[in-house]
Every structure is written in structure tokens, then in C-alpha cells.
């Protein structure tokens, strides 16, 4: 468990902090209006991203948890001090599950197959490299560092701006997005918990880094849209 509980939650914040203003800046610099009209409008933007959202929700948004969860319940204390963590764990994968079927179902709507077991993409290649770097990591708060604390936030705001941009021709659609989006915030909050409990100062320099790994992850994405 951290051994310096004020100093961790401080960096724990500050950290959070830096990375939703740079995944908030890298959304808005790419998730623009200008790109989604060159895609042909809200229906042709519906269709090139709602699938590629369903995998993300689904395999970037319920790996990293599952992961948690076991290494908690090998290091910590799962059925006394660390339960609001399972349990915080367990409702983002319900989250992300619900998630991903509304996406799909979205894009099955626009005309855009999506199963998730076969689905794949120009991009798909990258996207696993997203995967990897927010789930491939031996601690849960490293996992943290490089998910819930740092990139999480860019779920919520690609489906904000996509709600955004379509709400005028599909008002029901966008109100979908809109409720998406509001789940995220319970997602960061439970990251923010795992890393006051389980880092320790010295892991910082090292969190960093795989946060920074995931952000470039998650810009070549963007970029590549």
C-alpha cells in the first residue's frame, strides 16, 4: 500500500490533471467538424467510426479492468479494504460492455457490420498496440497510469463530440453519445483510488512514461482517422 498517502493522492491528481487537458486538447484538434464534414456528414461519420468505438469500448475498456481485478486480488485485500475496488472494477467492465453493444448496435443501424469477435479495419493494428499499452502492465496501478488516469478521458470525449456533431440530424442518436459519456467520470475515479492505494512515490517517473507511451498510442490513432 502507498507509504506517503498526502504526497501520492497530490501527484495521483496532478497526473490525472495533465492528461485530461492533453487528451481533451488532442480531441478537439482532431474530432473537429471540418474532419467529420470531410468524411460526407453525420451519417458517413457514423459509419466510418461507431464500429472501430464498439472494439475500443470493448477490448480497451474491459481488458485493463480484468486485469486489475486479478492483480488486487493476488496483492491486496479483496474482500475487506480493497472491495470498493472490485466492485468499482467490475461496473466499469459492465460499462464498457454496455457500451461497445450500443456502439455496435449503432453501426449495424447505419449499415456497418460490426461483430466484435471478427471486426477489423485499416487500423486495427494500431488499435491493438493501444490495447496492449494500457493492459500489459504487472501492477494495477500501472495499468492506471496508462488507462483510467491518463487516456480513459478520450472515450468520453470523441463520443461528446460525435454526440455533438450529429445532434441536430439524429437528436436520438446523439442523446445515446451524450449518456456514454457520462460514465467515464466513475471509471477515472476508480483509477484515481488504485493508484493512491497501491503507488508509491517512487513509481511516478515510470507511470509517466507508460502514460506518454499511451498518449502517442492514442494520437497515432487520431492522426490516422
Not at 443501424?109 to 466484435?116: F, R
Request: aromatic letters at 12%; a negative charge.
Amino acid at each position: 500500500m502507498s507509504s506517503d498517502l498526502p504526497i501520492v493522492a497530490t501527484l495521483v491528481n496532478d497526473f490525472a490533471e495533465e492528461y485530461r487537458i492533453k487528451m481533451e486538447n488532442a480531441v478537439k484538434k482532431y474530432f473537429t467538424d471540418e474532419y467529420f464534414d470531410s468524411l460526407g456528414g453525420p451519417l458517413a461519420m457514423m459509419q466510418k467510426q461507431f464500429a472501430s468505438q464498439a472494439w475500443r469500448e470493448f477490448y480497451i475498456g474491459c481488458l485493463p479492468p480484468a486485469r486489475q481485478m486479478t492483480q488486487i486480488y493476488e496483492i491486496g485485500d479483496p474482500y475487506f479494504r480493497d472491495r470498493d475496488l472490485i466492485v468499482g472494477l467490475g461496473e466499469q467492465i459492465r460499462d464498457e460492455v454496455k457500451h461497445a453493444k450500443i456502439y455496435a448496435s449503432l453501426s449495424e443501424q447505419v449499415g456497418v457490420s460490426c461483430d466484435l469477435a471478427t471486426w477489423t479495419d485499416h487500423n486495427y493494428d494500431k488499435l491493438v498496440t493501444k490495447c496492449r499499452l494500457a493492459t500489459e502492465w504487472e501492477k494495477p496501478h500501472y495499468i492506471a497510469a496508462g488507462f483510467q488516469i491518463s487516456t480513459e478521458i478520450v472515450a468520453a470525449e470523441t463520443s461528446r463530440r460525435m454526440g455533438e456533431y450529429v445532434e441536430d440530424e439524429y437528436p436520438e442518436i446523439a442523446k445515446t453519445l451524450f449518456d456514454v459519456t457520462a460514465d467515464e467520470g466513475d471509471h477515472i475515479h476508480c483509477g484515481r483510488l488504485i493508484s493512491k492505494r497501491f503507488a508509491k512515490e517512487e513509481d511516478f517517473d515510470f507511470m509517466h512514461k507508460i502514460a506518454e507511451k499511451k498518449y502517442k498510442a492514442a494520437l497515432a490513432i487520431l492522426e490516422a482517422l
